[in-house]
């Protein structure tokens, strides 16, 4: 079984502050997750995944996403906001040990509000 | 920058009617998936379909859903008789094969409402 949790439904920040948004997952293979960013009126947009590697990935914006395997977290970054970076953003993993399943599970998104 | 399509914005139905859902994935994508999230609550899977065929279906893609790629562009989801529990936002997306098969691309989404 695969699942992904949000713990907040609302970040706000300061822009040129930096964000984090969080996330953790669960799985009982090893995961594949990503970030996408929704913006008003505009489908999910693929951001950046871990697949293997490197801890720290880097995406699209200036988004970055660090990989902890021992608290189970994938939480997004950025080092300095800015308020177009406002949007809902969808944390995902797909279980890789999932006998060939490719469907990721989704978050329930955090709305992200960067404050001028 | 290619996108994915999907019309209706809004569709507001009865209940007990058929409702189709239209989407044009990005050209080249050979992977297409629906999903859909209720109000409030997460992005839920409902179906993937690859080379004219369903691949994976959740248990919510029960007998009253179907999903149908009529010509070479679009890729529509059928949902038979609309119940108010139905009434939720839709989500069209595709994804290329190989190492770029888990990025899928999303469309705008359509926001059904049963009443």
């Known amino acids: 079984a695969q699942s992904v949790a949000q713990p907040e439904d609302q970040v706000n920040v300061a822009e040129g502050n930096p964000l984090t948004v969080k996330c953790t997952y669960s799985?009982?293979?090893?995961?594949?997750l990503f970030w996408y960013v929704q913006y008003p009126n505009r489908g999910l947009q693929f951001l950046l995944k871990y697949i293997t590697g490197d801890n720290l990935v880097k995406g699209s914006y200036g988004f970055e996403a660090e990989f902890n395997k021992s608290q189970t977290s994938f939480h997004l970054k950025k080092p300095s906001a800015l308020v177009s970076d406002s949007a809902l953003y969808f944390c995902a993993v797909r279980d890789i040990g999932t006998g060939g399943s490719y469907i990721p599970t989704f978050g329930r998104g955090t709305s992200l509000i960067v404050h001028p | 920058e290619p996108e994915v399509t999907q019309t209706p914005s809004h569709q507001v139905t009865q209940m007990g009617q058929e409702v189709i859902l239209r989407c044009v994935p990005i050209s080249n994508h050979l992977y297409f998936y629906w999903y859909r999230q209720i109000l409030g609550q997460k992005v839920e899977f409902l179906v993937s379909f690859y080379n004219n065929e369903i691949s994976e279906k959740s248990e919510i893609f029960d007998d009253q859903f179907s999903v149908e790629r009529p010509d070479g562009s679009n890729f529509t989801l059928k949902i038979r008789s609309t119940k108010l529990e139905d009434s939720a936002m839709y989500f069209c997306?595709?994804?290329?094969?190989?190492?770029?098969?888990?990025?899928?691309?999303f469309g705008p989404g359509t926001r059904l409402t049963v009443l």
């Open positions: 799985v009982s293979g090893n995961p594949y």
């Open positions: 997306a595709s994804s290329f094969q190989g190492a770029h098969r888990d990025e899928q691309f």
